[in-house]
């Protein structure tokens, strides 16, 4: 199975901005269904953006416009970069893969967390003043 490990979170003010990595290993990313998920304390993992292996992102209607996914194939790399942050953006930041959602051709639009299988340990996101 792919590895993920993400990194790039920290502390920022309000309207402040932050790029997140999530560095693949063992596989090529490239084949995969993945997604940034994000985790604030006492809430549920919820899915801000998903991707296919062609490249088409879906975003969740509390990051659209603010935060913009690509994917980097030479570098075998998921980046997240996150514009305009505010307070409610706090949370734990994950990446995800999986590649059943490509297998079974339901890897477009937001996906649940329960669809992924491969999940990185998260990087944690900060914004106050």
């Known amino acids: 199975q792919v590895r993920l490990m993400e990194s790039g979170g920290g502390s920022v003010q309000p309207g402040g901005s932050l790029r997140l990595s999530c560095q693949a290993s063992?596989?090529?990313?490239?084949?995969?269904?993945v997604g940034w998920f994000r985790q604030a304390p006492g809430k549920e993992r919820e899915g801000i953006v998903g991707?296919?292996?062609?490249?088409?992102?879906t975003y969740a209607d509390s990051v659209r416009g603010r935060f913009t996914m690509s994917r980097h194939d030479t570098n075998n790399t998921l980046l997240l970069e996150m514009n305009s942050l505010q307070p409610e953006d706090t949370a734990m930041y994950y990446c995800?893969?999986?590649?059943?959602?490509?297998?079974?051709?339901?890897?477009?639009?937001?996906?649940?967390?329960?669809?992924?299988?491969?999940w990185g340990r998260g990087t944690q996101v900060t914004v106050s003043s």
């Open positions: 995800a893969a999986d590649i059943r959602l490509v297998v079974s051709g339901q890897c477009s639009g937001l996906k649940s967390p329960d669809d992924f299988r491969n």
């Open positions: 063992e596989y090529n990313i490239d084949v995969y269904c």
């Open positions: 991707m296919t292996p062609s490249g088409r992102t």
